[in-house]
C-alpha cells in the first residue's frame, strides 16, 4: 500500500471530511490502484477486507469525494462511472479491446490559460478512445503466430 492512514486521515481532514474506516479505505484503494473502478468492481475489492460494505455507502462516500475535490468521476464510456482517484486535470485514454482507462499526459494550452475566449475554464476533460499499446502487442504475437504457424 503506497498511501499510509496518517496520510489518507490528513487528505480527508483538509477537505472537511470526517475520516471514517470506510471512508479511509476507500480513498486508500482509489490511490494506490490507478484503474479507475467501476463502483461493482471497487465494491468488489473492498468487500473482502470490509464485508459490511454496501454499494450504497460506497456511492455516498464518491459523491462526497467528488464534491470536495479528492476523486473525478469519468464517463468516458457512457455505459457506466469510473472513478479517478486522481482529482487533479488530466486526461485519458479507453482501450476499445480490453477495457482498461489509462492516465495520458497532454497538454493543453487553454486549460493552462485558465480561460478560452473571455470564459473561465473551471475542468478540463479529454477522452482519446482506441487500441492500448498492450492489445496492440498481443494483436501483433498472434498474427505473427498465424503468419508463421499457418
Partial sequence: ??????VLKDRLLAKGIKPTYQRTAILGFL?????HPTIKS??????????????TTLYSTLELFAAKGLVAPLTIDRSEVRYDGLASSHHHFLCERCGRIIDVDV???NSRRGEIGGHRIKEVHG???GICKDCLKQTYKTNKRRIFHG
Avoid at 31 to 35: E, I, Q, V
Avoid at 42 to 55: A, D, E, F, G, R
Fill in 31 to 35: 490511490l494506490d490502484n490507478r484503474t
Fill in 42 to 55: 471497487l465494491h468488489n475489492s473492498l468487500v473482502k477486507t470490509i464485508p459490511t460494505l454496501s454499494k
Fill in 1 to 6: 500500500m503506497i498511501t499510509n492512514k496518517a
Fill in 127 to 129: 477522452y482519446f478512445k
Fill in 107 to 109: 497538454s493543453c494550452a
